[in-house]
Each structure stands twice: as C-alpha cells, then as structure tokens.
C-alpha cells in the first residue's frame, strides 16, 4: 500500500490520527521535502527526505515492493493542495500498487481564516519571484477574470528552493542555497509593477487585500488587510506568506469579519464604501 | 479560549493530534450537529450537541466562562470550509474571548482526489433540493462563469436537517424528520432540468462531470466519471456526495489521472477530443 498523507499547515502535530497510525504500518516514509518549513524530529520514524527531483526521476524507488509492505509518503499541507502528486499517484497505478489518500488543511481551504468565504473566490494563482530577466505576468489575467466576476483571488507566493549559485552551476558542485521564501511585500511590488505595465486595471493600489503569515500556527499566525499600497510596508515576520486580493463583491459578514484584521479602519470603512458592493 | 476544530472528511480518526489535545483541555465540548453523518462516541469527553438554530440563539450560552475556562467547538471538515461559524466567532471577538482555530481537511481541498488540479476550480456553488414550487437556480450562472472561463465547479449538494411533517409542524410539535441527504443523481437531473429552461449552453448532458462519495473515507470512498448523462443513472451508494462539472480548459495530468474513474473510456476520449482544450 502507498500511503500519501497530509501533514497539514504548520507543525508536527496537525497530522491526523488516521495519518499517524499508518506512518506506524509503514516500512519507509517519505517526507516531501523543500516545500514547506516543517519539523524536523517527528513520528518515531527514520524519514526519508524526497525532493521534487526525486520524485519525478527515482518514482520507482519510492514505490518499491509498495505492493507487499506499507509505504508513506508524507506532503505539507494537503496531498491534493498546491502541489499535486498526481504523477506519483499515476505511476502507482500503472504498477497497481494500492494507495490511500490522507488528507488534511492546505492553505486551499484554511484560507477561510482570512474572514472571506471559500465560495466567494475565484482561480488560485501563483506568483513566482521576478529575476533581472525573467519576469512572467500570465497570472494578471487570472485575477482579472476574477475581479471581473468580483470575486477573491488566493495568490500562493513562490518557494526557491534546491538553488545553486552561479559558481556552483558552473562547476558541477551540487550545492545549494539556503530556500527562499517570497514575501508578501515582494508579492505586492510585483503585482503593483505589473498593473503599471499592463494598466487594464485588473487592480490598483488602492484595492483592498489581506496578508497571512504562518497560516495554521498557534502562537505564531498573523492576518493584516488594508489596501495593496498599505500592506506594502506592513512587517509580517518570518515566512510562510500568502496573500488574498479581495473582490469587489462582499457579503455584510466577510466586511465584519475581515475588519478584524486591517490595519487602518477608517480607510478601510472609506474604500469599502466607495469601490465595494455589499 | 474557545477552540473551534476541524474534524476532517470521514471518521473520528481524521482528527489532528493538535485538535484531540484541545479537546482533552476543554470543560466543555460541543459538536455541530446534523451538518454531516459523523461518528457518536469520541474523543473520551460528553459531546453537547448544537444545531444550527443553538448557534445562532444561543452562542452567548455556548461562549460562557469561555474567558476563564477552554470551551471547543467541534465542526466536520474545516472551520472554514462550507459552512463558516463567522457569527460565532464575531460574537466571541466582541466579548474579547480569545479563539484558536484548528484546521483540518474539508472537501473545498479534498476535491482535488477526483485528478482535476484545485488550480483551476471557479466559484463552488451549492446545489438546493427542490421541491414543488421552490426551484431556485442562480447557482446557473456561477456555472455559466466558470466554464466560459474553462474552470471546473465543485457542485456541493443539499442536506436537509430538522426538517418539519406540515403535520409536526401545524401542531407546534418540535419533532424533525431523519436528515435527507441530496444524491448525485438528483444534483444531475435538477442541472438537466435548469439548463432545458435556462437554455444558455453553459453545459449539456454531454458534459464531463465527476462524482464523488464519501470522499475520506479509506475503505469507501468511491469516484466515478462520465458525462451527466452517464452518472445520472450510476449508483453512488449512501451519502455524502457531491459532484464536480469539468471546465473545458483540462491539464493533460487531468485527463490521465480522471480517466482513472471514467465509466465509459472511449466515450470519454472520444468527448475530450471534441470539447475539451487539451
């Protein structure tokens, strides 16, 4: 059996019970790594770390004798969320090795933390990091189709990771860098600049929109909302970062809800007023 | 504090390791009744059930002491899933009562076990149960926008709780009916019958769709897919059930990992090939 499990939003203890007795069955657990900040020490189990390039190049190994002994393969947040595991899951089909889904909160729906309604928002998009020279902007038009039909769009903010400095590309070593984690100040400048460039004002500095940190965190969550241009400058600490731009078609409770969070409630009672329909 | 937790898709088992100890510190611990058919002995703890109509009368009563003392909230899926416990939670705000909200899956991520990428769902829409002369059918155009955006649509279908005999009811009798729960097929046939009055194409009985049972459940969890017209007459089984309609815009890992499900593969490859933007 290929087990993939759910480890949830933040730390070793959101894995279910479900999840946790059959890590327990299991003769080797994998941990995706690289995608998440998680624990380190967990389960009772020797883990076995399995990157991105793992999965995709050694799949076979992963699922070695999965038909006759429990393997696990352990991903942050939800198996199905962000990051699908389909080709593992399809590979394991073809060889007709059982598999048991264990799921668990991904930032897909814990979302709802932020005070929206999941029913109110639109296509998940990514944004990645911008470099010198490569700075994609596809998903402008997906918060545009969004905001056309006022509705919320969940920007994901992007994870470098396994990054080799120029030095080490050149010569082979593979050594990388420390991972790197977009912040939701980045996130917003990049937007910001691609509003400026493709002016069809899918959004302005003036729309209304709402930070996460460590999103699933006990002590250590942090929600602000305000204006993009706002929380351009707001401090939301340590990663992760997820940011949700907020259409302009509000229910009364989402407004009572979200104004929990904004850092300014004057502007914020002045912007919904003037730009939101209620 | 007030503990508002996530009990996952299926069984008592699918809670977090952080949920069951916060449940083991509360004084007391209520269950949002009816909303789905869960599990009875739990967790070593009286459970107090709250419908509906508690929360909303009577959430002063269940926030009681909840300053001093650990009160839970227990809620099937995630807090934030379909149902959102926002007016509990505002209330609680207003009476500086602090609350922690503990996440767990719920079938706004789960979803994505049907093989389409939760990247490229729309709006979730929820389908009501008609009956003789209630018919409403705005959930048609949130199914019209998604698809002119090639999106698909998680469909999430009626559940009727603590519903009245005109009998019971007319003589003030505070006695319910056992819960109804909507079937795929009904969800199918009341589509058909919108999109044959509305008559706007935004599907036919040609459509790809997915239903999905008992989502969560490792032992009977079952997924079938075909077009609406093809999973109208498929037995699903007990509840709960909810259905998806494929937006035409599919990922190629869709397309393999859905034909996994489909009832009729060459029907399917055959509609994939005419409708669907590969």
Chains 1, 2 share one sequence.
């Not at 389960?43 to 190994?61: G, H, P, T, W």
């Not at 902007?137 to 470098?160: A, M, P, Q, V, W």
């Not at 910001?192 to 460590?214: C, D, F, P, V, W």
Request: charged share 25%; hydrophobic share 40%.
């Amino acid at each position: 059996m290929l087990y993939i499990i759910g480890l949830g939003l933040s730390d070793e203890k959101d894995i279910t019970m479900k999840g946790l007795e059959a890590i327990k069955s299991c003769e080797r657990v994998y941990l995706e790594a690289y995608t998440s900040i998680l624990m380190e020490k967990l389960y009772e189990k020797e883990l076995i770390l399995a990157d991105r390039e793992m999965v995709e190049s050694q799949s076979d190994d992963i699922l070695l004798n999965a038909d006759k002994i429990n393997v696990a393969f352990l991903v942050v947040g939800d198996p199905f969320g962000a990051t699908t595991h389909a080709d593992l899951i399809i590979r394991a089909k073809e060889l007709s090795i059982p598999i048991q889904t264990i799921h668990n909160a991904s930032i897909m729906n814990a979302v709802g933390a932020c005070g929206l309604q999941l029913y109110n928002f639109g296509q998940t998009i990514s944004i990645p990091l911008f470099t010198s020279n490569w700075r994609p902007d596809s998903f402008y038009d997906r918060i545009k189709e969004n905001r056309n039909l006022g509705l919320h769009t969940l920007c994901l903010l992007d994870i470098k990771v396994k990054e080799q400095s120029i030095e080490n590309l050149a010569r082979g070593r593979k050594i990388y860098e420390p991972p790197r984690y977009m912040t939701i100040n980045q996130a917003i400048e990049q937007l910001l600049e691609i509003e400026e460039n493709r002016k069809q004002n899918a959004y302005t500095s003036e729309t209304l929109a709402i930070g996460i940190a460590r999103l699933g965190s006990l002590t250590e969550q942090l929600i602000k909302a305000g204006t993009l241009n706002q929380l351009l400058s707001e401090d939301f600490g340590p990663p992760l970062h997820s940011l949700v731009i907020v259409g302009n078609k509000m229910h009364i409770l989402e407004v009572d809800y979200m104004r929990y969070f904004v850092v300014d409630k004057n502007k914020f009672d002045e912007i919904v007023k003037r730009d939101y329909k209620i």
